[in-house]
């Protein structure tokens, strides 16, 4: 999931901040640490600070400020020196000992500082959130259908970036989390929902702190607030005042790659396997598909890492009440359709591909493996795949 997590930061071009923790545990040396860093997640990282000792032997952390480098004696100590950074953070020449300019590219996405410390014993933690104030902007302008957004702009919007239910198991509520980004809020205003077209009133906007709830009458971009959710709202979803036809580019869903076909074991109990299916999925913790004209009693579901597949089963027990029934499917990949079938005609299809629908009824192929991802385009002229629903 850190993986996709990454992906979505450079489709965006989003800064990423990264903390090195539990320094005070043997582990990895250093220098390992960044290449792991650099050779999978693919973005170059540059260390603000360095471990002193690490496992029983941790010392702290080295700050480097201006014109301060540390020596090393390992032998490394070329390419360390050339990626440390000689600029407070908050200078505007916050530059390496080569002179590039680094500011620019953190807040491009294309490179990331680096932090090394222990949360346990309070190392390095003060100087990595002294530093993310220092570094990041204020609200900037958002991509829509209308062109960027200024966030300074008079029309109230935001966009629906996650969704939670039962956060109050005593009411069963369901919430949804909206960013602002233009204009100010206000409780009790009504705005266009544009995806559906309607009008509505946010009468009961809450902010979280921890686990305490705070019921707000102002928010300004870069606020996030929880609205209610009476069940009218998707991820990706845009909320705006005056324009009726904003839309914020959306949150794409990227392909599962476990599957598992589950069902409730108890038939008395459909209508709440439905519901807790329904709405996780509307969460996005799972994604949903269903064979082409088949019923909701038995659902195949889709999930980035297998520990998705342990929660499913303990929320459908915990929060609805429901025993479900779950079997591993030979699929471990998947290929949103974007063509129309009904006018692309019959697919030819490798025999270990499986075509179904995702909750919007999109055509989608599960595959065993690369091989047939590739056979299937290869079999179908014409034919286009995706890897993300967006």
Same mark, same amino acid.
């Given at each position: 999931?850190?993986?996709?997590?990454?992906?979505?930061?450079?489709?965006?071009g989003?800064? =990423?901040f990264?903390?090195?923790n539990?320094?005070?545990?043997?582990g990895?040396d250093p220098?390992?640490l960044l290449e792991?860093i650099?050779n999978v997640?693919?973005?170059?990282?540059?260390?603000v600070?360095?471990?002193?000792?690490?496992g029983k032997?941790f010392k702290g952390v080295?700050?480097r400020?201006?014109?301060q480098v %540390?020596?090393f004696?390992?032998?490394n100590?070329?390419q360390a020196?050339?990626s440390?950074?000689t600029?407070?953070?908050?200078?505007?020449k916050?530059?390496?000992l080569?002179g590039h300019?680094?500011h620019e590219? =953190?807040?491009?996405?294309e490179?990331?500082?680096?932090?090394?410390?222990?949360?346990l014993?309070?190392?390095g933690v003060?100087?990595?959130l002294?530093?993310?104030?220092?570094?990041?902007?204020?609200?900037?302008?958002r991509?829509s259908n209308?062109?960027?957004i200024?966030?300074?702009?008079?029309?109230?919007?935001?966009f629906i970036f996650k969704?939670?239910?039962?956060m109050?198991k005593n009411h069963?509520d &369901?919430i949804?989390?909206?960013?602002?980004?233009?204009g100010e809020?206000e409780k009790?205003?009504?705005?266009?929902?544009?995806q559906?077209g309607?009008?509505i009133?946010?009468?009961q906007?809450?902010?979280?702190v921890a686990?305490?709830?705070v019921?707000?009458?102002?928010?300004?971009?870069g @606020?996030?607030i929880?609205?209610?959710d009476?069940?009218?709202?998707?991820i990706g979803?845009?909320?705006?005042?005056?324009?009726s036809?904003?839309?914020?580019?959306?949150?794409?869903q990227?392909?599962p790659e476990h599957f598992?076909?589950?069902s409730?074991k108890n038939?008395?109990? &459909?209508?709440?396997?439905?519901k807790g299916v329904?709405q996780?999925? %509307?969460?996005g913790? =799972?994604?949903?598909?269903?064979q082409?004209?088949g019923?909701? %009693? %038995?659902?195949?579901?889709?999930v980035?890492?297998v520990l998705?597949?342990?929660?499913?089963e303990?929320?459908?027990?915990?929060e609805?009440?429901?025993?479900?029934?779950?079997y591993p499917?030979?699929y471990?990949?998947l290929r949103w359709?974007?063509? @129309?079938?009904?006018?692309?005609?019959?697919?030819?299809?490798p025999?270990?591909?499986?075509l179904?629908?995702d909750?919007?009824?999109?055509?989608?192929?599960?595959?065993?493996n690369?091989?047939?991802?590739?056979?299937?385009?290869e079999r179908?002229?014409?034919?286009?795949?995706?890897?993300?629903?967006?």
């Amino acid at each position: 999931q850190t993986k996709k997590l990454f992906h979505v930061c450079k489709m965006r071009g989003i800064p =990423i901040f990264t903390f090195i923790n539990k320094m005070d545990r043997q582990g990895k040396d250093p220098f390992e640490l960044l290449e792991d860093i650099e050779n999978v997640l693919g973005i170059r990282s540059c260390p603000v600070n360095w471990p002193i000792g690490s496992g029983k032997e941790f010392k702290g952390v080295f700050n480097r400020h201006k014109n301060q480098v %540390e020596v090393f004696d390992d032998g490394n100590h070329g390419q360390a020196i050339a990626s440390c950074i000689t600029g407070d953070p908050s200078d505007e020449k916050f530059t390496d000992l080569l002179g590039h300019d680094l500011h620019e590219t =953190i807040l491009k996405g294309e490179l990331t500082p680096v932090f090394f410390g222990s949360a346990l014993t309070n190392f390095g933690v003060e100087p990595f959130l002294e530093s993310f104030l220092d570094i990041t902007t204020p609200p900037t302008a958002r991509k829509s259908n209308l062109g960027e957004i200024d966030p300074t702009s008079d029309n109230f919007s935001g966009f629906i970036f996650k969704i939670q239910a039962n956060m109050d198991k005593n009411h069963r509520d &369901r919430i949804a989390f909206l960013r602002i980004c233009s204009g100010e809020f206000e409780k009790g205003m009504t705005v266009n929902h544009v995806q559906r077209g309607k009008k509505i009133k946010l009468s009961q906007p809450q902010q979280f702190v921890a686990q305490d709830r705070v019921m707000i009458d102002k928010a300004y971009p870069g @606020d996030i607030i929880g609205i209610h959710d009476p069940g009218i709202f998707n991820i990706g979803d845009t909320l705006s005042a005056k324009q009726s036809n904003l839309q914020y580019t959306g949150i794409p869903q990227f392909a599962p790659e476990h599957f598992m076909k589950v069902s409730t074991k108890n038939a008395l109990k &459909r209508k709440q396997f439905v519901k807790g299916v329904t709405q996780l999925s %509307e969460e996005g913790a =799972i994604q949903v598909f269903k064979q082409p004209n088949g019923g909701m %009693e %038995e659902l195949i579901v889709g999930v980035v890492g297998v520990l998705q597949f342990e929660v499913l089963e303990y929320r459908l027990k915990q929060e609805y009440g429901v025993d479900v029934m779950m079997y591993p499917l030979p699929y471990a990949h998947l290929r949103w359709v974007e063509n @129309d079938l009904s006018k692309f005609g019959k697919l030819s299809m490798p025999m270990d591909t499986l075509l179904v629908e995702d909750k919007n009824r999109n055509p989608v192929v599960l595959f065993a493996n690369e091989w047939s991802v590739r056979t299937l385009a290869e079999r179908n002229e014409g034919l286009v795949l995706r890897e993300t629903s967006l």
